[in-house]
């Protein structure tokens, strides 16, 4: 049942977040959306396959943020699957792109339960103090907090650190930084980093920097890897 559940959902996500993004000039809205296949293989011999969903409201600011992971190892490892699930919205100025907000988070991953949460978003890049510097460099980074969840299988509350920046060029870093913690057994912790350079606006070309503080099953092992791969953006 969780499979024909997580199909249908994927399936669904992925048909809507293929429709072009439109405006709507008598309301002054628009609707932002994106849908992405990566592929990419580790110097650890696994193969995974990403699909994810962006869609975003100007008016209401709401979004919804659904990523599907499906990793293959060739070590007689079993294959693992990650479904992930983020919503939120402004929670005081929703008249402009906002700095504080509300966001809740729903994950589920091979042979564990799904954990559900719900916290609070800070948008960086969108303070004043910043928010010139932000645009020249095409600089995007918050930070969310979770200090609320359905059970303390991963952690009893976390924190992530997401950044996006351009480098020089073409060429640009986007990541995060993950911080779990556990109330009897050690912290989590995990930095990711993706370089990207796009060779035109569907196709880009990526490698990938990811360590972790300790073995995790729904995200690795302990140490750093390193990985290189491809993103198909559909735009119109």
């Known amino acids: 049942m969780n499979r024909l559940i997580t199909t249908i959902l994927v399936t669904f996500l992925t048909l809507y977040g293929s429709k072009p993004s439109y405006a709507d000039s008598s309301k002054k809205s628009s609707i932002f959306n994106i849908n992405r296949l990566q592929a990419r293989y580790t110097e650890n011999n696994a193969l995974s396959f ?30 693992f699957n990650l479904l992930e699930i983020n919503t939120g ?85 986007r990541g995060t930084n993950a911080w779990y913690h556990f109330n009897n057994e050690k912290n989590y912790v995990r930095a990711l980093a993706d370089f990207i350079y796009p060779l035109n606006r569907h196709f880009d070309v990526y490698t990938r920097y990811v360590y972790q503080n300790r073995d995790e099953v729904r995200a690795g092992e302990l140490g750093s890897e390193w990985s290189i791969g491809f993103r198909y953006n559909f735009k119109w």
Not at 55 to 76: C, G, M
């Open 50 to 79: 990403t699909q994810s969903v962006f869609i975003r409201s100007s008016v209401s600011q709401l979004f919804l943020l659904e990523v599907f992971e499906h990793t293959e190892a060739y070590d007689d490892k079993e294959a």
């Open 89 to 173: 919205g402004a929670l005081f100025d929703d008249n402009q792109p906002y700095r504080i907000g509300w966001v809740a988070r729903a994950q589920n991953a091979s042979h564990s339960s799904t954990v559900y949460s719900l916290g609070m978003q800070f948008n960086l890049s969108n303070l004043e103090s910043i928010k010139n510097l932000a645009r020249k460099y095409k600089l995007n980074t918050f930070v969310q907090v979770f200090p609320f969840k359905n059970n303390d299988s991963f952690g009893d509350y976390d924190l992530l650190h997401y950044y996006s920046l351009r480098l020089y060029g073409k060429l640009s870093v």
